[in-house]
């Protein structure tokens, strides 16, 4: 949580509505990853991801529906929605959804944690976006924290749990 902070965070810190959503997002995101461990290993996973995405879209279109103001979208961002619920949604979840029956929740999660680390990596790699020393301190700090709980659970076990 440090080094998402240092690499997230500005001064002075003021908690926003926002903040609390991602919040309870990372709350869901975490029920998500322990219920994909509890039944991953007995669904086929091509329908287990079809059942989550079904889920979360019509939970989405309800609430966006009840919540949201009607949106005009522009006829050339089509594109990029269309990528978007495809390559970074639901082939991710159907990723997910076949692979992480081979290991547990906490190494899913920890795997899942790095995501801002090469968010940054891509985004210096593509577009040439540049890190400030705190920035790169926060990256450090996550990769670190990887790191000690993989090192601590070799020591406590013995083995590797893949």
């Known amino acids: 949580a440090c080094g998402l902070g240092l690499m997230s965070l500005t001064l002075p810190i003021d908690i926003q509505h926002g903040d609390t959503l991602v919040f309870l997002c990372a709350i869901g995101f975490a029920t998500h990853i322990l219920l994909i461990e509890k039944y991953s290993k007995s669904i086929d996973p091509l329908i287990f ?14 609430a966006a529906f009840l919540l949201e103001r009607p949106l005009t979208i522009p006829n050339n961002t089509w594109g990029a929605i269309s990528y ?41 790699i593509t577009i040439g976006e540049v890190l400030s020393t705190r920035e790169m301190f926060g990256a450090i700090l996550i990769l670190a924290g990887m790191l000690i709980s993989e090192i601590d659970s070799l020591g406590s076990s013995g083995k590797k749990d893949v």
Request: charged content about 5%.
């Open 84 to 124: 978007t619920g495809i390559m970074a949604t639901s082939l991710t979840i159907l990723i997910q959804s076949g692979v992480q029956k081979y290991t547990s929740a906490t190494h899913a999660a920890l795997i899942l944690s790095a995501e801002p680390v090469f968010g940054a990596f891509f985004a210096w």
């Open 49 to 62: 991801a079809t059942i989550q995405l079904f889920v979360v879209s019509l939970g989405s279109f309800i």
